[in-house]
């Protein structure tokens, strides 16, 4: 049986690429929390097509500062919720967060690549915006598949490398950036992790924010044509990919 312990011997200072001051306080924000998590999270629930578990056992992997924690409480409505990062300063800061919010949660410091709970533990992992600061990306969807029962979701929403390299988002915050993949990428590494899903359970939101080199303003102001579905590079991808029963 894989343990948590012995899943990865890659110590979390070398797994994860810490965020800039900049990076910190953005993710504090009613930006992140209302135009960026929350919409992240309606989309998942919308990919799944009524599959979630009723009072899921909820693992938050790199819940960061903790902003997601009272939306996973609202929207998934947990009989346990845990939070998982490396940060020390982020874990307090959830801590105090949840605490202000009426949010009951269980906060583990440690890296996705070494998740301390035991196997098939958790009924939903939520991933949000975690996979591109982490070297070790496969090494983490297999604690991911490890600690998930069968049947079990992953809700992943990230962002792809045409938006990690663009010009903006080197200059404010801090990626491995040999590590970034597009959005089929990301898909074809979580389907060699051994989970499941449908195009049905995939989106691509085009989102303002998501168009860093401008934002979207060029569209807003109609000197640029909107690019659909085919013509543009994405810059984020959401799935809902399962761990099979069997």
């Known amino acids: 049986m894989t343990t948590a312990a012995n899943s990865s011997s890659v110590s979390s200072?070398?797994?994860?690429?810490?965020?800039?001051?900049?990076?910190?306080?953005?993710l504090k924000t009613y930006t992140w929390r209302h135009h960026v998590l929350r919409v992240a999270i309606e989309d998942l629930l919308q990919l799944a097509?009524?599959?979630?578990?009723?009072?899921?056992v909820v693992?938050?992997?790199?819940c960061g500062h903790g902003q997601s924690l009272p939306l996973l409480h609202r929207y998934f409505k947990?009989?346990?919720?845990?939070?998982?990062?490396?940060?020390?300063?982020?874990?307090?800061?959830?801590?105090?967060?949840?605490?202000?919010a009426g949010v009951p949660v269980e906060l583990?410091?440690?890296?996705?690549?070494?998740?301390?709970?035991?196997d098939a533990s958790c009924d939903i992992v939520f991933?949000?915006?975690?996979?591109?600061?982490?070297?070790?990306?496969?090494?983490?969807?297999?604690?991911?598949?490890?600690?998930?029962?069968?049947?079990?979701?992953?809700?992943?929403?990230?962002?792809?490398?045409?938006?990690?390299?663009?010009?903006?988002?080197?200059?404010?915050?801090?990626?491995?950036?040999?590590?970034?993949?597009?959005?089929?990428?990301y898909l074809d590494i979580i389907r060699e992790a051994g989970f499941t899903f449908e195009r049905d359970n995939v989106s691509y939101p085009y989102l303002w924010w998501s168009r860093a080199k401008d934002f979207g303003l060029l569209e807003r102001l109609r000197l640029q044509r909107?690019?659909?579905?085919?013509?543009r590079?994405?810059?984020l991808v959401n799935v809902v990919a399962r761990k099979p029963r069997a």
């Open 49 to 56: 097509d009524g599959t979630m578990p009723q009072a899921p």
């Open 59 to 62: 693992l938050d992997a790199g």
């Open 108 to 118: 583990h410091s440690g890296d996705c690549s070494a998740i301390p709970l035991p």
């Open 233 to 235: 590079e994405e810059t």
């Open 127 to 185: 991933c949000h915006q975690t996979f591109h600061h982490l070297v070790y990306q496969e090494a983490a969807l297999a604690e991911f598949h490890r600690v998930l029962k069968p049947g079990g979701l992953l809700c992943f929403a990230e962002s792809t490398e045409a938006y990690i390299r663009s010009w903006v988002i080197r200059l404010l915050f801090r990626h491995p950036m040999h590590v970034q993949r597009s959005a089929e990428g």
């Open 78 to 100: 947990p009989s346990r919720l845990i939070g998982l990062d490396c940060f020390a300063p982020a874990l307090t800061d959830a801590q105090v967060h949840a605490r202000n």
């Open 226 to 231: 909107r690019r659909v579905f085919g013509e």
């Open 13 to 26: 200072a070398k797994a994860f690429v810490p965020e800039t001051r900049f990076g910190n306080w953005f």
